[in-house]
């Protein structure tokens, strides 16, 4: 095979890998910027606050040394969901459940289906149980933005890298000498 068809083979093929690191570079900002701006745009439609300082819900100790560098602002963020969902929503429905959980509740519950008290227990264990798996979901696709926009930043950078050494490729391809021969 003769060197220049090598450099030839090896240019477009450079010249293909910087394609495809550039466009999924490209499709990998475009899902970090729809992954981020969808959940900050959810959150911001719920308008959830968290307490503010000196409220009597900070005065927790299992609540506030995760919700205070937050208190009073609006819950926007992947991160800030979950905070609040698992240091917020999650000790209050210890609390209320007495450390059950909603199916636990529930069963008792079904077990005694005269008990009203019980019964309103269930009810908003299964709602607050319900706004912290939305919670930790908005924060789980944060996580996946978080991964993208680092992928992200990895493929534009060996794109880069793969286009400077296709350029340096296409040099030496102009430049070796068409007869000589390697792997012969």
């Known amino acids: 095979m003769r060197r220049r ?14 394609v495809a690191l550039l466009g999924a570079g490209g499709l990998l900002l475009w899902g970090y ?11 911001a439609a719920q308008k ?4 503010a300082k000196g409220s009597t819900e900070l005065a927790n100790p299992l609540i506030k040394p995760f919700l205070t560098p937050y208190a009073g602002q609006e819950l926007l963020t992947g991160q800030e969901a979950e905070v609040y969902a698992d240091h917020f929503i999650a000790v209050h429905l210890s609390e209320l459940g007495g450390g059950l959980t909603y199916s636990q509740l529930s069963a008792k519950a079904m077990a005694d289906p005269t008990n009203k008290t019980l019964a309103s ?9 319900m706004l912290r798996s939305t919670l930790l979901t908005a924060y789980a696709f944060s996580v996946f933005a978080i ?5 992200m930043i990895a493929c534009f950078i060996l794109g880069i890298l793969m286009l400077i050494l296709t350029l340096l490729g296409l040099r030496h391809y102009k430049v070796v000498d068409p007869e000589v021969e390697i792997l012969s």
């Open 5 to 18: 068809t090598l450099d030839y083979l090896l240019t477009w093929v450079g010249a293909l890998l910087t």
């Open 33 to 43: 910027s729809f992954a981020t701006s969808t959940v900050h745009t959810q959150m």
């Open 48 to 51: 959830i606050y968290f307490p």
């Open 121 to 129: 227990q269930v009810q908003t264990m299964f709602q607050g149980t």
């Open 147 to 151: 991964i993208g926009l680092w992928s």
